[in-house]
């Protein structure tokens, strides 16, 4: 009975392991849907917003990666904006009209692989960076001495922290962010091996080389991202201002006076 017993333990052992290593394996190789959501676009969408635009392709390596160009007359700078995980432009693009006509700015935002009318998928943490830098060296070609903003929402906020982090730029704005991916896969997967994720994303050491003025905006009742995490993220710079918005959650920070209060105030 004793051997026996020992038998089925081994047993369910053997197939407790065997489970573990199978969603292991499941999430290491399919970590991407698990992280983004892309929405595909056809070719030929036609985009309606009220306001100013231009369609942009940029070539990225074998990627023909999709964007929106917002004008405004006489525009203050540029925003080069990299937005959440999930969707595509054809809803986000109003979040960059918005801001575009608030602010003064001529705001350009990026369709990850995949999103949008972009070609491919996103197969990297190299590779987002890659596509970010892109379209910082054609903002640089196409306005050398205009002011130059980073601004980074949600997943978009750890390439935003790089990108500035390895450009000049004239400030950094992150709307919800985390202060790795590898924090954010121990709140979701704690039992996952953290040395898997191919996307650590880790803010909180890059942002520490970030010379510009950053602002982080937060709300107190985010259910995606913490808003402890935005405050860890904070600290990690000395140029960094953090401001909580009472009662915002994940999506709704521009609904609130104070978000737009500090804004428009690191753009100014």
């Known amino acids: ?44 969408y036609k985009f309606q917003f009220a ?7 940029l070539t990225v390596g074998d990627t023909q990666v999709h964007s929106l160009l917002f004008k405004v007359p006489a525009p203050n700078g540029m925003i080069l904006y990299f937005h959440g995980n999930a ?9 960059a009209l918005e801001l575009s006509q608030k602010s003064g700015y001529n705001v350009w935002m990026v369709d990850y692989p995949g999103f949008g009318k972009s070609t491919g998928s996103v197969r990297s943490q190299q590779q987002l960076l890659d596509v970010a830098q892109a379209f910082v060296n054609e903002a640089r070609r196409e306005g050398p001495e205009q002011r130059l903003f980073i601004y980074g929402r949600s997943v978009g906020s750890g390439i935003a922290v790089k990108t500035a982090a390895e450009n000049k730029v004239d400030g950094l704005i992150l ?5 790795s991916l590898f924090e954010m896969a121990k709140l979701r997967f704690s039992w996952f091996p953290q040395i898997l994720l191919k996307y650590s994303m880790p803010s909180s050491q890059w942002i520490q080389n970030v010379n ?3 602002l982080i905006v937060h709300g107190d009742a985010d259910q995606v991202i913490p808003a402890e995490m935005g405050y860890k993220l904070s600290q990690a710079s000395n140029r960094s201002t953090y401001v909580l918005i009472p009662g915002g959650n994940h999506n709704n920070l521009s609904e609130y006076g104070a978000y737009w209060d500090a804004v428009l105030s690191i753009l100014k």
């Open 1 to 44: 009975m004793k051997n026996q017993g020992f038998s089925y333990l081994k047993r369910v052992v053997r197939v407790v392991a065997i489970s573990y290593l199978g969603i292991v394996f499941l999430l290491y190789f399919f970590q991407e849907r698990f992280i983004f959501f892309p929405k595909v676009l056809s070719a030929d």
């Open 51 to 57: 306001g100013d635009f231009q369609e942009k392709i």
């Open 87 to 95: 969707g595509a432009m054809d809803s986000w693009g109003e979040v």
């Open 175 to 179: 709307e919800t962010p985390y202060t």
């Open 212 to 214: 510009a003025p950053i």
